[in-house]
């Protein structure tokens, strides 16, 4: 269980679940579903952030991807890991 790719993921509604800022952010992900035996995937995408709560800056980040029907646990693992600036909900 670890990082696939996406085809390997054919047939199942896949939803993003984080996306990560920085390198260092991500590899914890990336550390975190590995160790709980997720399977998942990740592309780099853009997104958006406000600098000082006004500015909006756009952003190229680590996404990261899973079956829908385990965002909700996966998303609660993350919370517990203390991953939670990119949870997408």
Known sequence: MALLGSDDF???ECVRVYIAGRLAEAKRV???LTDAG???????E??????F???QREY????????LHRATAICELLRR???TAGIEE
Request: glycine residues 10%; aromatic residues 16%; negative net charge.
């Open 81 to 83: 890991a203390r991953l």
């Open 30 to 32: 990336e550390q975190t």
């Open 53 to 55: 709560g006004v500015i």
């Open 10 to 12: 054919e047939g199942q």
């Open 46 to 51: 853009r997104f958006e952030r406000r600098l």
């Open 60 to 67: 190229e980040g680590v996404a990261f991807y899973v079956p």
């Open 38 to 44: 997720i399977d998942y995937f990740v592309n780099i």
